[in-house]
């Protein structure tokens, strides 16, 4: 069990739990489409999700060792950019999930947020998770998400056709893997099409 949350830091980046404070930030980043169109969260998206997100969701998840959250947040400023979070966390399993700020892209800032929290998940520490898995899953299409789960060392392991629901839609689901004793470098054998992003 995880119990309390752990700060994380490397490069200009510091993964750290969200707070009350970052409830107005939250809100306005996830009225951005694009992150509506490739996640889960709630659109349209108003104070009162983030509130619950905030208040709820993330100390729970905390809490119950089956989520860890974090916001991502650049070290020279300490503003919000974006959230990486470990789901579903069971028996040496769990599941990664990310999202950044338009403002944020570009940077290699996603690259770096995912390589501390796999330090952090197979670290077999007192600090760590000790977690023998991390998978990756993506709607069809999203190949940005790909790229940053290519990067890291994920494997492909196929798609699942219409995998998902997603807003009353059936969608390709798209999964990788990550062992604990699987290099981290870039990984080959992912297919052509999760080069191409697919317009939303």
Partial sequence: MVGAPRELAGGPLILSVPGTDDIDRIAELCSDPLIAAWTTVPTPYGRTHAEVFVTRVVPDGWASGRECTWAIREASTNLLHGMIGLHHIDEGEGEIGFWLAE??????????????VLDFAFAETPDGLALQRVVWHAYAGNAASAAVARRAGFRWEGVARLGVAHRGVRRDDWQAGLLATDPREPSSGWPEDTYVQVPV
Avoid: P, S
């Fill in 103 to 116: 403002e944020a892209r570009g940077r290699g800032w996603m690259a770096t947020a995912v390589q501390l």
